[in-house]
């Protein structure tokens, strides 16, 4: 088995809703950094599992929908906790919007989305595509 | 499925039995950076795999009781060749206790540790829960 | 010339005033990861320049007053435009405040703090104390 | 499941094949930090995956083999496009032979090799053994 | 003082001239990533030492020049042996330029550049402006 | 000012002497992830500050002469506390040795030694030389 993993971040203000996260009930904010990795049994015709440069791309974009916003008021987000475990699901879900609509290859067989919230937490979701 | 990662680190002496093992034989010392990841196949109902405040603490609690310590001496170490890939096991059966004494939720299907001992070499250990 | 550093973290969230920001004028986010550099010509009596426990202990009180807050809202920092490099500065000057007051030995010399807003972008403040 | 790694790097020059490398046709070169990650089910007699100066050995005598060299011109990569991704493979490859050949204990079961071209991307080749 | 650093990258092949090299003498390459600090005694009317975008847009457009191509090869080098701390001031010099064309703002008082060619080595090139 | 740097690591056992640091008293032990940055107003004839070659010989054979070992037996550091800053002058001043003896070429004109401890601390030494 193959990856490929591109390397982008994103700057956010949200709060947390529930007792269990302390002072993360304020409103605050975050860097994400945040690793997409794709897989793929074999390479394709030119020896790659996807273009890094169409992957960090569309990175890119779908952090560049979430970024420097306050994610308590994205309609896109109404109800979801926004942790970063549930924020690595929506990223990755989004990555993998583009890559059925053929905006990355074809023959991708899964992804993880890591997001980094320090130096000493992050949070992952794998999913197949 | 989705997976939490929180990091920590403990100061160590200790020495190594086994001709394999070359100066390391003689009693020396390692700081460990070390990573406890926890999974779960879905979010709970606060939407997170484990409050990472109660992760961290549970992992703080596990490498002090080894840090600042030359593992030689540690009765419950006894016959354990203290390598680094053997501690990563000593830490997650320890983390694993606490999650099955409900410190961490309940929920989550595995842990894996991984112990650096510099910025060239690793290793880890993972385990169902 | 000796130093000692530590390192530590926030989440804050604010937004910056300035048409030089763009959308960064917008409500956001941050991680910074804060290092905190203590100089001292010569080692003191212990043959150190800082203890490391305290200086951990000072940077953690002071990231505290300002993490999991809008800093938009802090009358402390009313006037400020919360950058990487101004926040720098507000660090620096705090931990500079526990040094007179005594909480950080003394004899040292001097103080450098770096907040890391990502992985390609960090800022710094230098001063004397 | 247990997992040793050690990191290496190589230094090589190369040109890729193929309108979807747009710029990287040209030829350019790159750094490779190497990860070698060896997997076994249980720890040896000795406490261990593998030793950690062996694997460290191994490792190295591989890269020596591709670094301060331009791929483009090495008879054992005719044909190969040398990709990340694909390199991470001859790298893993190469590795499994000297574990076949015993120069690595006995018992391994996997092997995954990554190749870090840069701090925003990086490619995984995963085989057992 | 103050200063704010930006991180980017370049993908170049080239030769050594001179015994000392060794097999780096040899047509070989490297990534290079490259940190731009930038240092100004006061912050500006907007509280920052350079806007964070221009510079990364400044040193994307230096490390664009040089990446992806053959530096022996390159009429603009010729007669330079492009050692990594070379190429430090190379990259440091480029930005000075783009700094006195006023791309940058004004009042800047240095500039530090380092080139990291692998996870053990870097070096840097520092100069006033 | 150019300068070069090279990372290598040790790994030894020892206790401090002092209430200053609590645990830190008992035998225990560390990783340091060494750094040697060696300094030079220009360059040499072949264009470099040092060969990066011999620095990295010379930082791994000084760090060759304390690792694997309990500090605290070793005749050479007797009345020494061995606090990462003292260490941090220790490996530069036998660094300095090796290049008054000219194994490091001529012309250099000073030299920091950072000795990172864990993830989150770290303590260096500068000198001229």
Redesign the interface.
Known sequence: ?????????M????S???E?????Q????????VDATFRRAT?DA????V???RA?EALHAVVGEL????LDDEADLAG???????L??VVADRLADRVRDGALGDGLDGLVVTLH??????????RPL
Do not use: K
Not at 1 to 9: A, I, N
């Open positions: 088995m193959f990856s490929v993993t591109v390397r982008d971040h700057l956010i203000a949200h947390l809703r529930g269990v996260f302390g002072p993360a304020r409103l605050h904010g975050a860097t994400y950094v390479l030119d020896g790659i599992v273009d890094i440069g960090a970024g420097y916003r306050n979801v906790n926004t942790t970063t475990e549930a690595a699901r919230e320090s130096h000493i937490a992050w949070a992952s979701y794998e």
